[in-house]
C-alpha cells in the first residue's frame, strides 16, 4: 500500500517561511508528477504547484515568486518552500503524487494524497 507521509506545517506570522515535505512509500515502481494543493475554511481545494518527473514546474499566480516546489527522486519526497508567507496562505495543504506501483506482471498508475497538514499564517 502506497502512503504518503506530509510535515513541516505550523503557524508562522506574515513575511515568514515554512517547508513541507511529503514523503511517498510502499511497493513503488515509478513516481510521475508531484504536487501541493491547499484547502481553506469554505474553499474549494485549489492546486498550488506541481512538479513533473522532468523537474517541469507549474505554480498557481498568487504564490509564483514565493513558493518553491521541488523534488528528491532517490527519497520519494516532494518539498514546497514557502517564503513571504501571507494571511491568505492560511489553509490545510494536502500533497498528491502520482505513482506506478507493479504486482506480479501488472501495472497500476493513480493518485495517492497526504493526510494534510495544517499551515496558519498571522497578520
Known amino acids: 500500500q502506497v502512503q504518503l507521509a506530509e510535515s513541516g506545517g505550523g503557524l508562522v506570522q506574515a513575511g515568514g517561511s515554512l517547508r513541507l515535505s511529503c514523503a511517498a512509500s510502499?511497493?513503488?515502481?515509478?513516481?510521475?508528477?508531484m504536487g501541493w494543493y491547499r484547502q481553506a475554511p469554505g474553499n474549494q481545494r485549489e492546486l498550488v504547484a506541481t512538479?513533473?518527473?522532468?523537474?517541469?514546474?507549474n505554480y498557481v499566480d498568487s504564490v509564483k515568486g514565493r513558493f518553491t516546489i521541488s523534488r528528491d527522486n532517490t527519497e520519494n519526497t516532494v518539498y514546497l518552500q514557502m517564503d513571504s508567507l501571507k494571511p491568505e496562505d492560511t489553509a490545510v495543504y494536502y500533497c498528491?503524487?502520482?505513482?506506478?506501483?507493479?504486482?506480479?506482471?501488472?501495472?497500476?498508475?493513480?493518485?495517492?494524497w497526504g493526510q494534510g497538514t495544517q499551515v496558519t499564517v498571522s497578520s
Open positions: 498528491n503524487v502520482r505513482v506506478m506501483t507493479k504486482s506480479g506482471g501488472a501495472y497500476d498508475s493513480r493518485n495517492y
Open positions: 512538479i513533473t518527473s522532468a523537474d517541469k514546474t
Open positions: 510502499g511497493p513503488i515502481f515509478s513516481i510521475n508528477t
